[in-house]
Nanobody
Framework: QVQLVESGGGSVQAGGSLRLSCAAS????????MAWFRQVPGKEREGVAT???????YYADSVKGRFTISQDNAKNTLYLQMNNLKPEDTAIYYC????????????????????WGQGTQVTVSS
């Protein structure tokens, strides 16, 4: 059974940094598209970043140059390093995964990912 557990959220002032982690278990980690999404109550879930096989990456325009997605295959863990955080980054952040590469092609869609973590809150104050 696929399980994803996020950690690392919290409260930070604008300009600060946080690193989110997503511990994955229950499947063969390598041939999966891994993603970070975020959601603000009342708004649509937004795909923030994706990674496939450690090298093929996507970033939403709103986070390019500030966020970095990475994975440690030995630890079956996905990361999102978030620097220069802005108040508009405030949201619940979710990691998600889907078998194969297709979900990592183009702008990620929540409906393409069958497995989700429980989410972790990130709050950025001005």
């Amino acid at each position: 059974q696929v399980q994803l557990v996020e950690s690392g959220g919290g409260s930070v002032q604008a300009g600060g940094s946080l690193r989110l982690s997503c511990a994955a278990s229950g499947y063969s980690y390598s041939n999966y598209c891994m993603a970070w999404f975020r959601q603000v109550p009342g708004k649509e879930r937004e795909g923030v970043a994706t990674i496939y096989f450690g090298s093929s990456k996507y970033y939403a325009d709103s986070v390019k140059g500030r966020f970095t997605i990475s994975q440690d295959n030995a630890k079956n863990t996905l990361y999102l390093q978030m620097n220069n955080l802005k108040p508009e980054d405030t949201a619940i952040y979710y990691c998600a995964t889907s078998s194969g590469r297709s979900s990592c092609l183009g702008v990620p869609k929540g409906s393409s990912f069958p497995y989700w973590g429980q989410g972790t809150q990130v709050t950025v104050s001005s």
